[in-house]
């Protein structure tokens, strides 16, 4: 069946997400682009994105994010 992405949540403001489809039908794929706002922040950086979907096996997915901002 269609899996369907119910909703997608960041572990911040920061972090805005902008999923490309929210139904994604069986053998295809998607996927979901993440834009963060670095102002004010500096150094490593771990966001993490929540996937909640219609999947029986796996309802709540974790995605983790890193990186390093570095200031001039």
Known sequence: ???I?????ASCGCTALMPS???IAPGKNSSIK???NSSG???A???TITVIS??????EIKL???GNVITE
């Open 21 to 23: 489809e929210n139904i």
């Open 64 to 66: 983790r994010i890193k």
């Open 45 to 47: 950086q771990n966001k």
């Open 54 to 59: 219609n999947d029986p096996k796996n309802p």
């Open 5 to 9: 992405i119910r909703k997608t949540k």
């Open 41 to 43: 922040k500096r150094g």
């Open 34 to 36: 993440m834009k963060f």
């Open 1 to 3: 069946t269609d899996l």
